[in-house]
């Protein structure tokens, strides 16, 4: 009796087991009807992207192919032919590099239309100036402005040269402008005498004890070379900020990455998922690993953009560029007068010390005193200089982190929207993204997961704007305090600080810290891609034959 139950038993889940496994196969040959039907996709869409970016439509097929000819793309069933890929291969480096060179044209933009407005100010206000004294000077000296017209045409020349950047030592123009000024006044002063070479030199050696211009040319000295110190200087930063960018943004792609920004960019639409954005994070791997010798400019182009802030701090006070440059003409009219004041005193110890000059024979009127005619000029900024100096503040503070920011600008039109992460486009298919973010610079990319990089191996070209922005940076330190200071280019010299950057020669006596495939975190957003040939649509039945496998042990256990 027992017997013939469990026999029974045995039958009905035997009968049970096998309807179960019939459903099952059922199940499967609906799925197969629905997810291949066996009729090929049709590549209208990508037919005509293609069109669309210039290509010839030649060779281009009708619907889809299998894809083991493909070298960056999933070699999965595609639209995309290897001469396609090619195709779109080099358009992701051209369409890149434009992007690159585009931010960073505008930038420079910005920086040379800053140095022009600044140019142009001080070049203006040293016309203003020059203007001023022989106005002033015409009416307030007669007679004696014609000695000395020419001392004066020739210190402006100076300082007009020394702010284009010719090589005119600042101080000693200054010394010689008062050296000559002394000559001409001395010998105005005394037409009844012959004054000879020999005698004017004994002139200036006592004028160094006797100050015959009181303090006024060391006063003036202070003020005149740290402002057109720090202007050149300012003007100097903002053309090589300016060459910087541009140099940087027109360095060249490496392979890796042009592979990554084609896989990111057109590897969607071989896939025929062309509605599908990159991943946010996905996006910025690659650009980071892109971009990522030019994010080594960070800490420098901070440190420059600091120290110009500093020298824009130093043109509106204590006392600003606008009064010091306007108020030459009044400086020197004291000078002037102060030396006609104390004539007497002067020239008896000068007589003294020096001997009296033989009597000429022309005997000419004494001249007059002069009249300090000349403007009086504010010691605080203008509204011009105000509003100069507000626009390049506010400049140098948005460049500040361009090259850190620069992955997440150029992302922003690519990426997905933060409601699309399961929609994105993640490098191999559409869904989430799961590798994290990498660090900004080139030491940080080691364990990129879209860009392998060599960090052992910086690009030469950033390297020398690197030293380049330390170089400018040390002669705008030097000139916040007046000092002008031409440090040598030492751009060949590249080993030092960096972001994981050295030589060859330095690295190969350590270990190298090339990035293996291997040193990469074992997280992926999807399987690591398959390079043998991806039997298309079959591939979608494979969960059935695992039902069919899990049917059959089952079976058998129950058996």
Request: contains cysteine; glycine residues 6%; proline residues 4%.
């Amino acid at each position: 009796m027992r017997s013939a139950l469990d026999l029974i038993r045995t039958s009905r889940l035997f009968l049970l087991s096998r309807m179960g496994f019939v459903a099952l196969v059922l199940l499967c040959a609906l799925t197969g009807l629905v997810l291949g039907d066996g009729k090929p996709k049709t590549c209208s869409d990508i037919r005509e992207f293609y069109n669309s970016k210039g290509f010839n439509l030649n060779g281009v097929p009708q619907s889809e192919i299998s894809g083991e000819h493909l070298r960056v793309c999933a070699q999965g069933y595609t639209c995309c032919t290897s001469g396609m890929e090619e195709n779109l291969l080099n358009l992701s480096r051209r369409e890149f590099e434009s992007q690159v060179k585009e931010s960073g044209r505008s930038l420079q933009a910005k920086l040379n239309g800053q140095f022009k407005s600044f140019d142009d100010y001080f070049l203006e206000l040293l016309n203003r100036s020059e203007a001023s004294l022989q106005t002033s000077f015409q009416s307030g000296f007669g007679f004696l402005f014609s000695q000395m017209s020419k001392v004066f045409q020739d210190l402006y020349s100076d300082l007009r040269r020394y702010f284009r950047g010719s090589n005119v030592n600042l101080e000693e123009a200054l010394n010689e402008f008062w050296a000559r000024l002394l000559d001409r006044l001395f010998k105005a002063l005394n037409p009844q005498y012959i004054i000879g070479e020999e005698y004017l030199e004994c002139v200036a050696k006592q004028s160094e004890k006797l100050k015959p211009f009181g303090e006024t040319p060391r006063e003036l000295k202070t003020k005149i070379t740290r402002t057109v110190i720090a202007a050149r200087t300012f003007a100097q930063g903002l053309v090589i900020s300016g060459e910087a960018v541009r140099k940087v943004s027109q360095v060249s792609l490496s392979t890796e990455c042009v592979r990554a920004v084609m896989k990111q960019t057109y590897c969607p639409h071989c896939s025929g998922v062309t509605f599908a954005k990159p991943c946010s994070n996905y996006c910025r791997n690659v650009m980071k690993g892109c971009l990522a010798n030019q994010a080594d400019l960070d800490t420098e182009w901070r440190n420059l953009a600091d120290a110009m802030l500093e020298v824009v701090d130093k043109l509106s006070r204590p006392y600003s560029v606008d009064s010091v440059v306007l108020s030459l003409p009044k400086r020197i009219a004291e000078a002037i007068l102060y030396m006609q004041d104390n004539q007497d005193t002067f020239i008896t110890k000068v007589f003294i010390s020096c001997g009296t000059p033989a009597p000429g024979s022309n005997i000419q009127e004494q001249i007059k005193r002069g009249r300090n005619t000349a403007e009086e000029v504010s010691s605080t900024p203008g509204a011009q200089l105000e509003r100069l100096l507000s626009d390049v503040s506010r400049m140098l503070r948005d460049m500040m982190q361009y090259w850190v920011h620069l992955p997440r600008k150029l992302c922003v039109d690519r990426e997905s929207g933060p409601g699309e992460s399961d929609r994105c486009w993640n490098g191999m298919s559409v869904g989430r993204y799961l590798p994290e973010v990498m660090g900004d610079g080139l030491a940080s990319q080691i364990n990129n997961p879209e860009v392998e990089i060599d960090i052992t191996k910086p690009d030469m070209a950033v390297r020398k704007q690197i030293m380049q922005l330390k170089i400018m940076i040390n002669r705008l330190k030097y000139a916040v305090n007046g000092n002008d200071v031409d440090f040598q280019d030492t751009s060949d010299d590249i080993s030092g600080s960096g972001s994981g950057m050295c030589l060859d020669d330095q690295c190969s006596r350590g270990p190298r810290l090339m990035s293996p495939n291997t040193d990469k975190p074992n997280v992926y957003a999807y399987p690591p891609e398959n390079k043998k040939v991806v039997n298309g649509r079959s591939s979608q039945n494979l969960p059935c034959i695992s039902f069919y496998l899990l049917s059959l042990v089952t079976v058998l256990l129950r058996r």
